[in-house]
């Protein structure tokens, strides 16, 4: 029987904890750090700077460069429209929820990307991260009911300046709060991409396997809560879906 606090309706899942979008939000960090100073000088967490350097190759007439945006651009869409479609069709098989088994495929990926030898095209790997990218930033969309983004800050920088402003005009507390969380996130992208730098240059392509561990940590929370505590949860949306 489902307690009286799980029938709430501000009752959060595991997967909309804290504590979980600060640990993705430092797998970001890393997964920045890695495709830029190991996999071609690239980010790949987002889409802002694949289409504005598309619209500079292609305004330069370099025809086959400004094309080739398509494909991480691509392999990013794939990945929202994946994350959109599956969930729904794994809820009914009430065993891992979706959020928990994207997890367990992101750790797979980040260590088949770590055997990739450096002479293979770049591209395998920037795509790849596209890819997982996208899905969790589709995934993970609020945590404790406050819009979250796990694999870039722009948003949190702007939040967290609305978030102060609003406190101090009104005094309101609850906005201090909200500001404060969005500069932890910042802080724990900042600190992803801090710990794996100095570890991309001593371990190169497996330094990418480091950022497996926090995922490892997430999977066996949200693991232990789907098959406990939130079993029958499973038809329940996380907010903001």
């Known amino acids: 029987m489902q307690t009286n606090a799980i029938k709430k309706d501000d009752y959060y899942l595991t997967c909309e904890?804290?504590?979980?979008?600060?640990?993705?939000?430092?797998?970001?960090?890393m997964m920045g750090a890695y495709t830029y100073l190991v996999r071609g000088g690239v980010f790949c967490n987002a889409?802002?700077?694949?289409v504005l350097m598309m619209a500079l190759a292609l305004g330069r007439g370099e025809w086959s460069r400004g094309l080739y945006y398509l494909i991480p651009f691509t392999a990013y869409l794939l990945g929202a429209m994946v994350s959109e479609a599956l969930p729904?069709?794994?809820?009914?098989?009430?065993?891992?929820?979706?959020?928990?088994?994207?997890?367990?495929?992101?750790?797979?990926?980040?260590?088949?990307?770590?055997?990739?030898?450096?002479?293979?095209?770049?591209?395998?790997?920037q795509v790849s991260i596209n890819f997982i990218a996208s899905m969790q930033y589709n995934t993970f969309r609020q945590a404790e009911?406050?819009?979250?983004?796990?694999?870039?800050?722009?948003?949190?920088?702007?939040?967290?300046?609305?978030?102060?402003?609003?406190?101090?005009?009104?005094?309101?507390?609850?906005?201090?709060?909200?500001?404060?969380?969005?500069?932890l996130m910042i802080f724990m992208f900042f600190l992803g991409a801090l710990i794996l730098a100095p570890l991309c240059a001593s371990l190169q392509e497996k330094a990418i396997w480091v950022a497996?561990?926090?995922?490892?940590?997430?999977?066996?929370?949200?693991?232990?809560?789907?098959?406990?505590?939130?079993?029958?949860?499973?038809?329940?949306?996380?907010h903001g879906h």
């Open 17 to 29: 904890k804290y504590y979980i979008y600060e640990l993705l939000i430092l797998v970001g960090g």
């Open 47 to 50: 889409q802002t700077a694949n």
């Open 88 to 125: 729904t069709g794994i809820r009914h098989r009430r065993m891992l929820r979706w959020d928990t088994l994207l997890i367990g495929f992101e750790i797979l990926v980040l260590l088949l990307m770590g055997l990739v030898p450096p002479s293979w095209p770049v591209q395998i790997v």
């Open 145 to 183: 009911g406050i819009p979250m983004s796990t694999t870039f800050i722009t948003n949190h920088v702007r939040q967290m300046g609305v978030q102060a402003v609003t406190s101090l005009h009104r005094h309101d507390r609850a906005a201090g709060g909200r500001a404060l969380r969005h500069l």
């Open 212 to 238: 497996a561990l926090p995922l490892l940590v997430c999977f066996a929370i949200l693991a232990r809560a789907d098959l406990g505590a939130e079993h029958e949860l499973f038809d329940r949306k996380p």
